[in-house]
C-alpha cells in the first residue's frame, strides 16, 4: 500500500462543474503540498498546507490532520485547468512523498 | 532570472556513456532533490542535499551520483547509463520552511 494515495486517478468534468480530488496518507507529516502538471511541463507548487484550509482564486486545499486526509477543490472549472494534480506529503523527516497524480481533464 | 533551471531539457545518450543532468537555483535555498517520473510510480527522490557538501541518497539512488559544491547547484550524474534509467528528472529546491520549486524537467532517452 502506497503510503499517500490519491482519488480519483483519472477524472473528467464539463466545464463549469465543481471538482474534488483526494490525497490520503499514512505517514506523520508536517505539511502536504499539492502541486499542478500540465502535459510536457513542469510542476507548480499550488498549496503547501499543516492544517485548515487555503484558497488561492478558484483553487481550495483543505487538511484534516486527525483523518490523514487532504482534499483540492476546483471550482467553475475551466478547460485550462486540465492537468495532472499530485499531492505530496512532506514527511517528519523532511521528505516528499508523492502520490501518483490525479488526470483531469476538463471539456467545454 | 530568479528562479530554478534545469539542463539540458531533452537528451539522447547511448548505453554505457556518462550523463551530466545540471540543476541550478537562484533562491540560496537550502534544500535541492532529484527525482524522477516514470509512469505509474510517480515522482521518485533519486538524492537530496541539504546544504552544500551535505548529500544523501533517497529512494532510487543505484547508478546515479551528485554533488553540491556551491548551494545553487545540484549535479546528477548517471555513471553508465542503462535503458532502466530512460526517464523524466526533475529537479527541485525549498527552504527550510518554504514550499518546494520544481525545474522544468529533463527528459532523458537512453537507446
Known amino acids: 500500500k502506497n503510503e499517500v494515495e490519491q482519488s480519483p486517478q483519472n477524472l473528467t468534468a464539463q466545464e463549469g462543474e465543481f471538482i474534488t480530488i483526494n490525497c490520503s496518507y499514512s505517514v506523520g507529516i508536517s505539511a502536504l503540498h499539492w502541486l499542478q502538471q500540465h502535459p510536457g511541463g513542469g510542476i507548480v507548487s499550488l498549496f503547501m498546507?499543516?492544517?485548515g484550509k487555503k484558497k488561492h482564486g478558484r483553487l481550495i486545499a483543505t487538511i484534516n490532520i486527525q483523518e490523514k486526509h487532504s482534499s483540492l477543490h476546483i471550482t467553475a472549472s475551466h478547460p485550462r485547468d486540465s492537468a495532472v494534480y499530485i499531492c505530496a506529503a512532506r514527511t517528519n523527516t523532511d521528505k516528499l512523498i508523492f502520490g501518483t497524480g490525479t488526470r483531469l481533464q476538463v471539456f467545454p | 532570472d530568479a528562479g530554478i533551471t534545469q539542463s539540458p531539457r531533452y537528451k539522447i545518450t547511448e548505453t554505457g556513456r556518462q550523463v551530466t543532468l545540471m540543476c541550478h537555483q537562484t533562491w540560496s535555498h537550502s534544500y535541492m532533490f532529484w527525482y524522477r517520473q516514470d509512469l505509474g510510480h510517480g515522482l521518485r527522490l533519486i538524492y537530496y542535499?541539504?546544504?552544500?557538501?551535505?548529500?544523501d541518497k533517497g529512494e532510487v539512488p543505484d547508478g546515479y551520483v551528485v554533488s553540491r559544491s556551491k548551494t545553487e547547484n545540484f549535479p546528477l550524474t548517471l555513471e553508465s547509463a542503462t535503458r532502466s534509467q530512460t526517464s523524466v528528472y526533475f529537479c527541485a529546491s525549498r527552504g527550510v520552511r518554504t514550499e518546494a520549486f520544481f525545474g522544468q524537467g529533463t527528459r532523458l532517452t537512453v537507446v
Open positions: 542535499s541539504a546544504a552544500a557538501d551535505i548529500t
Open positions: 498546507l499543516s492544517s
